[in-house]
């Protein structure tokens, strides 16, 4: 059962929704005014990077190799989904927290980070599509929701059909 009302998106909710290829769940966090959703430094790169990737139709490499990463984020703007999001600063602590996550989980810098962060902040809660997280959410107490059905199964008293959401 979710019992925080604090939620960290990783960037994969964030990279598939401005795709539209799985912008439901997104979407269902956004709708529910009961939860704050959060965000960190390892998002915003992986989001930016991949922003590039979607808004240009290429390889994040071949835009800046042609010059046209300006021209490019001054015909689409990454900030505006960041607006509804609270930014979690970092610490100096984050580094050993990482590394030992990496170390311990197998995960690759950035998802050690985003867990790292969270534990820093209480956070319990993180909505990402990416797989890797599965073994390191569960052994250091965080809630891992992949799912809108995810999410509203954690939630008491909640039902899918009354709130407009439709699985996949």
């Known amino acids: 059962m979710l019992m925080s009302s604090r939620i960290f998106l990783d960037s994969s909710i964030l990279i598939e929704y401005t795709k539209n290829s799985r912008p439901e769940l997104f979407e269902a966090l956004l709708e ?19 922003f590039l990737a979607i808004a240009g ?8 190799m042609s010059g046209q990463i300006g021209t490019l984020l001054a015909k689409a703007n990454p900030l505006d989904i960041f607006r ?19 170390r311990q989980y197998n995960l690759l810098p950035n998802d050690a980070m985003i867990l790292a962060l969270c534990k820093m902040h209480g956070i319990e809660v993180i909505a990402s599509y990416d797989p890797d997280f599965e073994p390191a959410c569960s052994e250091e107490g965080v ?11 954690s939630l008491p008293g909640l039902e899918a059909e009354s709130r ?4 996949k």
Do not use: C, W
Request: aromatic share 14%.
């Open 164 to 167: 407009g959401f439709h699985f």
């Open 143 to 153: 809630l891992l929701i992949q799912s809108v059905e995810a999410f509203v199964n």
């Open 32 to 50: 529910d005014e009961r939860f704050d959703l959060y965000f960190g430094s390892p998002v915003i790169s992986e989001y930016l990077f991949h």
């Open 57 to 64: 139709n290429k390889s994040p490499l071949s835009i800046k």
């Open 84 to 102: 509804p999001l609270v930014f979690l600063p970092d610490a100096a602590t984050l580094l050993p927290d990482s590394v030992r996550l990496m």
